[in-house]
Structures are given as structure tokens and as C-alpha cells.
Nanobody, 124 residues
Framework: QVHLVESGGGLAQAGGSLKLSCTKSGYPYNCGTLGWFRQAPGQEREFVAAITSSGRAIEYADSVKGRATVSRDNAKNTLNLEMNNLKPEDAAVYYC?????????????????WGQGTQVTVSS
């Protein structure tokens, strides 16, 4: 079993920044793509950002493009998401997800393993 554990969530101010991290452990499954998704209350989970194992393919949702940076450290089995200029609409539970395929996907259904999520609250 692959375990993904997110950290770094909490309360942030609008206009501020935050850094989320995700650590993978357990079965040595190769996450060809690692992604971040988020779910706000009453809304469906949505794609935020993803990065392939080589780091050559990266994609962001339009809602965070220019404000977010996704990165991964394969040696440490970690995935990071840094977001700047936070907006109230960024408040959500943020999930880390692992996809075995090295072809980047923004589709939730194409990810194999998920973390439990970390709450991000943005105060205006």
C-alpha cells in the first residue's frame, strides 16, 4: 500500500503565501505523476497542479496559474506546492495524489493513490 501524507495546511491571510508538502511511503510504487487537487465545501474536488517524475511536464489549473509552483524531490519521495497571493477561494482541503503513468493527467479518476488531505483556510 502506498501512503501519502500531506502537511503544511492551516490558516493563511489573503495575499499571503503557503507551502504544502506531501510525503510518500509504503510500497515502492513509482509515481510517474504526482498531483495536487483540492475540494472546497459543497464543491467537487478539482485539479490544482501536477508534475511528472522527470519534472519536464508540469501543469496548473487556470485558477492558480502564475501563483503556484509545484515541485518534487524523487530522492526524498516528496511533493511540494507553493502558492502566493492567496485568495479566499483558495480555501479548501488539499489532496496529494499519485499516478503510476508518467503521462501527466489532470483527471482525478486517473490517479491511483490519495492522501487524507490538509485543510487550508484563507482569511480575508
Amino acid at each position: 500500500q502506498v501512503h501519502l501524507v500531506e502537511s503544511g495546511g492551516g490558516l493563511a491571510q489573503a495575499g499571503g503565501s503557503l507551502k504544502l508538502s506531501c510525503t510518500k511511503s509504503g510500497y515502492p510504487y513509482n509515481c510517474g505523476t504526482l498531483g495536487w487537487f483540492r475540494q472546497a465545501p459543497g464543491q467537487e474536488r478539482e485539479f490544482v497542479a501536477a508534475i511528472t517524475s522527470s519534472g519536464r511536464a508540469i501543469e496548473y489549473a487556470d485558477s492558480v496559474k502564475g501563483r503556484a509552483t509545484v515541485s518534487r524531490d524523487n530522492a526524498k519521495n516528496t511533493l511540494n506546492l507553493e502558492m502566493n497571493n492567496l485568495k479566499p477561494e483558495d480555501a479548501a482541503v488539499y489532496y496529494c495524489a499519485c499516478r503510476g503513468n508518467v503521462i501527466l493527467s489532470t483527471r482525478e479518476a486517473q490517479y491511483d493513490y490519495w492522501g487524507q488531505g490538509t485543510q487550508v483556510t484563507v482569511s480575508s
